[in-house]
Nanobody
Framework: QVQLVESGGGLVQAGGSLRLSCAAS????????MGWFRQAPGKEREFVAVVSWSSGRTYYADSVKGRFTISRDNAKNTVYLQMNSLKPEDTAVYYC??????????????????WGQGTQVTVSS
């Protein structure tokens, strides 16, 4: 089992920045990739970004490309999501997730095996 705990959410004005963190514990050696998803009220959970645990290869949703950066610190078993130029439409609960199955970087929730509890991000206009 892998346990994931997110932190760093909050309230920010449009144009501002936030950095989310996700700390992994347990059988972290089994992790192939870590992703971030978000879910706004009344909407489906959507892919934001993913990073390969070993190579650092990344992939982003078009809606966040150029504004968000995903990174990982293997020594700390932690993945980060740096969010800049935030917009009101970025408001959502943000979840981190762990994928045990190579070789592709999954972009759908079904591709992930473990989930954190989520952290709220609210962007005011």
């Amino acid at each position: 089992q892998v346990q994931l705990v997110e932190s760093g959410g909050g309230l920010v004005q449009a144009g501002g920045s936030l950095r989310l963190s996700c700390a992994a514990s347990g059988r972290t050696f089994s992790i192939y990739a870590m992703g971030w998803f978000r879910q706004a009220p009344g909407k489906e959970r959507e892919f934001v970004a993913v990073v390969s645990w070993s190579s650092g290869r990344t992939y982003y949703a078009d809606s966040v490309k150029g504004r968000f950066t995903i990174s990982r610190d293997n020594a700390k078993n932690t993945v980060y999501l740096q969010m800049n130029s935030l917009k009101p439409e970025d408001t959502a609960v943000y979840y981190c997730a762990a994928d045990r199955r190579p070789p592709s970087l999954a972009t759908t929730p079904a591709g992930y095996d473990y989930w954190g509890q989520g952290t709220q991000v609210t962007v005011s206009s």
